[in-house]
């Protein structure tokens, strides 16, 4: 990306994050997120179709900082899966108050891209073979069965995460001692200490 566009996208995504932190963010406005931004918005079009798709995005792109991480980590998978786990965790906790306010019982704004992300790192895992899925069902290709396995981790990830949330003071610690103890056997993870 060239340096004057990379720079725009940079201050749009501050923008968007800033302003989502105070509002909800199917409040916000492209003329708000533009000012705020000091871009015009014709450049706020060239990043995004709306505030909600660039909040998305600018939250999508720490996110995939964390997975691009966990993929070049060599050690074992288990090590290699808490790392970006405590990571995803205080990425959240970098913009709490957005995500109390837009993971909402499954109905929010972030729940859906939230379950997209962890899905998406599940299916890379399993491609690349840093994890095996030994679970089968009678009748049911092995394809829709790690399908239904991804869905099912991303989706319980974000219940807990959106519960861990909404305690006063959400520990990074407390997450993990509950989601080690759900955590299904075939999913790579050190036992809780």
Do not use: N
Request: hydrophobic fraction near 45%.
């Amino acid at each position: 990306m060239d340096p004057r566009k990379q720079r725009s996208r940079d201050r749009l995504y501050a923008a968007a994050l800033a302003l989502a932190a105070e509002r909800q963010i199917s409040s916000l406005t492209v003329t708000q997120v533009a000012e705020a931004a000091g871009v015009h918005r014709s450049t706020f079009y060239e990043h995004a179709d709306s505030p909600s798709g660039l909040v998305d995005a600018a939250l999508t792109a720490e996110l995939d900082v964390l997975r691009d991480e966990l993929m070049k980590d060599r050690s074992d998978a288990a090590t290699a899966v808490a790392t970006v786990t405590e990571g995803v965790l205080r990425h959240i906790l970098r913009h709490i108050d957005i995500y109390r306010r837009e993971l909402g019982d499954g109905g929010g704004a972030l729940h859906a891209m939230l379950s997209r992300h962890f899905r998406g790192t599940t299916e890379l895992l399993l491609d690349r073979g840093r994890i095996r899925l030994p679970l089968t069902a009678d009748g049911v290709p092995d394809s829709a069965v790690a399908d239904a396995a991804a869905r099912f981790l991303a989706d319980g990830t974000v219940g807990i995460i959106d519960g861990w949330l909404r305690h006063p003071r959400p520990r990074v610690e407390d997450f993990l001692r509950v989601y080690l103890a759900l955590l299904p056997a075939w999913w790579p993870h050190r036992p809780a200490v």
